[in-house]
């Protein structure tokens, strides 16, 4: 047991780093600070856990995010007391609400340093408020076998609740008295703590075990409900999703559709759509076939099954909304996902646990397609018909030909991290299906654009990936770039249309002033002399024919910036005049 008895202080954060080591904890994030002394020896001293180092914490905090997002396991993050863990606060928001785990351990000053002015002291109880899936004010280190024991026990209590019964942030604090750096042992001895007996036995970590998960059960289909799933006229909305499984979860999907004979709308966000061959009865364009007000009423639904978030899609939103059919929701967390609050039954099972079952749907309906299948089959071909031939011959750079771009050109399994506000729409409205295998992930819990390039990297350490943002997004998470991405690559694709391009799509673009310095809010920013400050690797895209070579072959380690430079006020106009026209049949 690779334990530290040079003080009170190693021993306990050693026994902690131990005891999330046993239960598979691989990645710790560390943040720089005096109080944390001890937690940043333990972890970056413990052979099995990869210790990183990272200045800022706020972008540590985003960091860890995308690392949780891409393993599916928790990821520690650890800072000093006071304001220091008030930056981890956006990270573990989007955590929480996109069911993401991270382990957050806050070092503190002592009780008896707390409210009376002492340095770097604030109240650190409950910092996150109701965020936390777990919370805990962990008792001063001890020497004391009981205490170790304790110790142990709520390391290991906060784990499982990181990602049970529902993935997200447990938050310890943990106190600290001096002396927090270690004290070397007198010649000839091998610690300094004083114990009457050994406090760690030899069988003190066996117990633990990694990768041990709790199961939801899979509930019965009720005769009550599962008629109503078997209609005629009835969709499956394949959602925002980052399932650890892609092939799995998109394969569920699929046998869920062929049993009942369902178009599956999928989202951009879901990797459905880079498994096209799975689903027969794939629908990529619902958002501009829904603009059809004709062809929207012939496509209204009895009913509805829900997999993953809902779609960014505001026209599927209303049109949901207009037709209140039957909606079930399929999840195993616990939480309300009907933001439209509607006729809903949340079943709480995942779609693979589903698909596994075969008495999932008692009498499933033959093979063949119905009217309303064909209906929706016959608008997907000819509306992706229109997208793909519009965009084909669309020379200028328009930004929402890079997303349907990437999907065609990236390289297979290429995770994608696809920044808020235009390009998670982008990615909507223009993402092509196929069988590229891609994975893309998004903050698509509070929507933000917070951490956007951290996140990114995050997902890209150990691997390459892509990052599809606009130059907002970017320019908030800079500090993202003092992280150099020593294992792995990224490509970041900026969208530079110099300001907020979603506001020019709102009812306040038409208001100016104050819409240009208050809402767009251009910073006018040289990216080249930026990536020079930051030794990042630039490239300016003056063409398409330039930008799909880009994605021949990914470099292999580092950051590139590939920057489109595009008009917003155009953009604008061509989404205001073209995305209602491709459904006109």
Sequence with gaps: MPLDFRTTNTLWASVLAETLARLGLTTAVICPGSRSTPLAIAFAQHPTIDAIPILDERSASFFALGIAKRTHRPVVL???????????????????????????????????????????????????????NFYAEVALPSADGSMLAY????????????????????????????????????????????????????????????????????????????????AQRGIIIAGVAQPEN???????????????????????????????????YLISTYDAILRNADLAEKLAPEVVIRIGDMPTSKELRQWLIQHQPHHYVLDPSDRNLDPLHGKTIHLPLSIESWATESWAVPDPLPLHKSGYLDLWLTAESKTRCAIDQTLACEEALFEGKAAWLLSQYLP???????????PVRDVESFWKPSDRAIQPFFNRGANGIDGTLSTALGIA????????????ALLHDTNGFLLKLAHGHLTIVLINNNGGGIFNMLPISQFEPPFEEFFATPQHINFASLCHTYGVHY??????????????????????VLELKTDRYYDTQWRKNKLGTFATF
């Design 412 to 422: 297979e399994k290429t995770p994608v991290f696809i920044s808020n506000s235009m």
């Design 246 to 280: 892609p092939t799995h979860y998109c394969r569920a999907i699929a046998w869920l559709s062929k049993t009942l004979n369902m178009p599956v709308l999928a989202e951009g966000l879901s990797p459905v759509r880079n498994y096209a061959s799975l689903n027969p």
């Design 461 to 472: 350490h150990h691997q390459h990936a892509v990052l599809l943002t606009g130059d907002l």
């Design 539 to 560: 490239e300016r895209i003056s063409t398409w024919e330039q930008f799909t070579q880009s994605f021949d072959l990914l470099p292999t380690g580092g950051i590139r």
């Design 78 to 132: 650890v800072c000093t007391s006071g304001t220091a863990g008030a930056n981890f606060y956006p990270a573990v928001i989007e955590a929480r609400e996109s069911r993401v785990s991270l382990m957050v351990l806050t070092a503190d000053r002592p009780p008896e340093l707390r409210h009376c002015n002492a340095g770097q002291a604030i109240d650190q109880q409950k910092l996150f408020g109701s965020y936390p």
């Design 151 to 230: 110790w142990r026990q709520t390391i290991a209590q906060a784990w499982q609740r990181s990602h049970y019964p529902i993935a997200g942030v447990v938050h310890l604090n943990v106190p600290f008295r001096e002396p927090l750096s270690p004290i070397e042992p007198e010649k000839g001895t091998t610690r300094t703590v004083e114990v009457a007996a050994d406090p760690v036995p030899r069988d003190f970590f066996d117990h633990l075990q990694s990768g041990t998960t709790l199961v939801h059960p899979t509930p019965a289909l009720t005769a009550e409900w599962s008629t109503p799933l078997q």
